[in-house]
């Protein structure tokens, strides 16, 4: 009996080795794929500004004859361009664009 138990508490420590070392392997998959996609996104070229997407968006608005509105968000402040937009929001900094393409000017301030 003494040593059945002793195979016993043998093979459950093997079991746990083997479980150890599958889960080293797959932390070692993920930390694989995690760098491979970070190389894939840097990679990448990156413009926050998208300049032909606002383009797009301001001929398709001229085009269209749509009235700009007056800047109702919280951020504008006195001597900012639409490039400081870029920190809140690529929508508020693509309106302010068309904004200053439509009128010739920025929002004033209030």
Partial sequence: MR???RWLMG????T???QVQADTGKEEELVRMQRQLN????DK??????PEKVDAYIKEASKNHIKPLEYSGPHWQAGYTCHD???YSWIEYRDCRYYHHYYGHYYSYP
């Fill in 11 to 14: 093979a459950l420590l093997l």
């Fill in 45 to 50: 070229p990156f413009h926050a500004e998208d």
């Fill in 3 to 5: 040593l059945d138990m």
């Fill in 85 to 87: 937009m870029l920190r």
């Fill in 16 to 18: 746990g080795f083997a």
């Fill in 39 to 42: 190389q894939e996104t840097m």
